[in-house]
């Protein structure tokens, strides 16, 4: 168990070094283009306590940062053979290099903000279709006292603001779900179909969030981008390789049958760097990080830190009644609800009362975040 406050990195350092001089040095430069320092892989991407959980007995502890150290091991000997000539990956190799990839999308800063995004807009949307009473009634069955109105009020407003109320992103509830989704994210990409692209003098870049989920063109801006919605993965590799990773249905128009369509290497070129590069910095969080003598991102729109759009729940306003969604309702409008995605009062599902109060990991005012 920890007991002190430890230096963990949100990107694997040996993936770093792929970008790095020989001395281990690496440029981070700052979205959206301002500062740029030249730092030690070693610091590049450390966040304190980021995989920390707290035990039952308040106690802490860095279990999952010994567990994951274990899969970067053989996921570093699986990157080498790639850079080293070794194309396709396959068997043991293939696996870990997968398991690699799955674990550092899930455990990304912006996948541990999108969940506290998705969990604040649910408890907003939970507690506004309930109602002020409901609230009421939550907080005082749970404090066992009374509450003022102004205090329910004040409460009211907090939680069904926009966004719903302020939660701090906890490492448990991330870890969790990475545990969870780790094993078939895996599965997954390990059976996608996988091209290598191999660079002679251009420069690839990295970033903070070095696995872009890449749509197509036309996909809907109101739908999220997810694991299962992506059109390609996409992953540079080092400062002279980058990798796609296909699900093998974009593979189901060719006359081909899709399980002979083999990995494949692609000699890559000035525009296909350019795109790389481009997409790889659109995807980051805070920053891009290159070789400190190269100059890859010359050129290309950097946008301002953390501007990607979030999951949320863009028509949830109109639920949100103090007096309550269902309140007043006849039977017959009430029965009218079973044509809609609104739950009726009655159905069988989550409610106000499913919610912990107090909320475990919401952010009050005055309070500090950890």
Excluded at 16 to 35: H, N, T
Excluded at 235 to 245: G, K, N, Q
Excluded at 283 to 293: G, I, L, M, S, T
Aim: glycine share 6%.
């Amino acid at each position: 168990m920890a007991d002190r406050t430890r230096r963990q990195h949100t990107v694997s350092r040996f993936y770093l070094k792929g970008f790095a001089d020989d001395a281990g040095a690496i440029r981070r430069v700052s979205l959206p283009g301002e500062p740029s320092i030249v730092l030690s892989t070693r610091d590049a991407t450390v966040i304190k306590d980021f995989y920390t959980v707290t035990l039952p007995d308040g106690s802490l502890s860095d279990f999952f940062e010994k567990a994951f150290s274990k899969i970067e091991s053989s996921a570093a000997e699986a990157l080498g053979l790639i850079l080293d000539g070794t194309w396709p990956l396959e068997g043991n190799n293939r696996e870990a290099f997968a398991t690699w990839v799955a674990l550092q999308h899930l455990r990304s800063e912006d996948m541990r903000s999108s969940q506290v995004g998705i969990n604040a807009e649910m408890i907003r949307l939970i507690v506004g279709v309930s109602g002020k009473e409901a609230l009421r009634s939550l907080i005082q069955e749970s404090e066992s006292r009374t509450i003022s109105d102004e205090e329910l009020d004040e409460e009211w407003r907090d939680i069904t603001k926009p966004g719903g109320p302020d939660m701090n992103p906890g490492a448990n509830q991330h870890v969790r779900l990475m545990t969870n989704l780790l094993p078939t994210t895996a599965a997954y990409l390990r059976d996608c179909h996988w091209t290598l692209f191999r660079f002679a003098r251009r420069a690839i870049a990295t970033s903070d969030h070095p696995v872009s989920l890449v749509v197509a063109p036309d996909h809907p801006k109101w739908q999220g981008v997810g694991i299962a919605t992506a059109e390609l993965f996409l992953i540079p590799l080092s400062r002279r390789a980058a990798l796609t990773i296909q699900p093998r249905r974009r593979f189901s128009q060719l006359p081909t049958e899709v399980e002979r369509v083999p990995d494949f290497t692609q000699r890559g070129t000035t525009s296909i760097a350019r795109s790389i590069n481009q997409e790889t910095a659109a995807r980051a969080r805070k920053y891009v990080y290159h070789h400190p003598d190269e100059k890859p991102l010359q050129g290309l729109y950097l946008p301002a830190p953390d501007t990607r759009d979030r999951p949320s729940i863009s028509n949830a306003d109109g639920l949100i009644r103090e007096e309550g969604l269902f309140s007043g309702m006849s039977d017959e409008a009430l029965h009218a609800l079973s044509a809609t995605n609104i739950p009726e009062k009655d159905e069988a599902g989550m409610s106000i009362d499913d919610i912990p109060w107090p909320i475990p990991g919401r952010r009050r005012k005055g309070s500090q975040s950890k």
